[in-house]
């Protein structure tokens, strides 16, 4: 933890809500895009925001910094938006966009083919999320779309750096797999 980062959290120890404020502004873009994640809907992931800063503005007297702020609010983020679905009886469709965002204009250069495939293979890709255990997803979520670190991401999921690397193998293995098709090289008809 950075000294920036222990002079704030000290100052909403102390009652500061400027310093609350701060942190909201610097975490909460984050932490709404891990909530959305989970529950793959705007307003369940706003909730789940306003959830996790009450939290944390609660639990704030007792935090004692073993871990950095930032992973403290993404464990709290993660087991906040599960606990959220899993009280409605959803299932937990963790996903590593979101539906409706803006999306990068299409090169215009590509032929129909080739947007029409590149389609499909996104199609593919967010089916073969859909099938990876929670465990797997949320780690693949977490390194390759927050940009953890592998220690960052043991922290915020509380298991060893050994298991994170297991999760994101067989996530990345079983993704592989189901876009495999797409990756074989195209062979010629020489008639």
Known sequence: MGHDEVELIRRVQEGDQEA????????????YRIAYGVVRESE?????????????YRTIGSFKGKSSLY???????????IDHTRRKGKSIPLSLDEE?????????????????LQKEQEQTVKKAIETLPLDQKTTLLLREVEGLSYQ???EVTQCSIGTVMSRLHYARKKLQEAVKDYLKPKSSDSS
């Open 71 to 81: 992973t403290y609010l993404y464990r709290m983020a993660i087991n906040t938006a």
């Open 20 to 31: 609350f404020r701060r942190i909201f502004d610097q975490y909460h873009k984050r932490v």
């Open 152 to 154: 960052e991401i043991a």
């Open 44 to 56: 369940e992931a706003l909730d789940i925001v306003q959830e996790v800063f009450i939290k944390l």
């Open 100 to 116: 409706g965002a803006p999306q990068p204009i299409e090169d215009l250069g590509k032929g129909p083919e080739k947007l029409l």
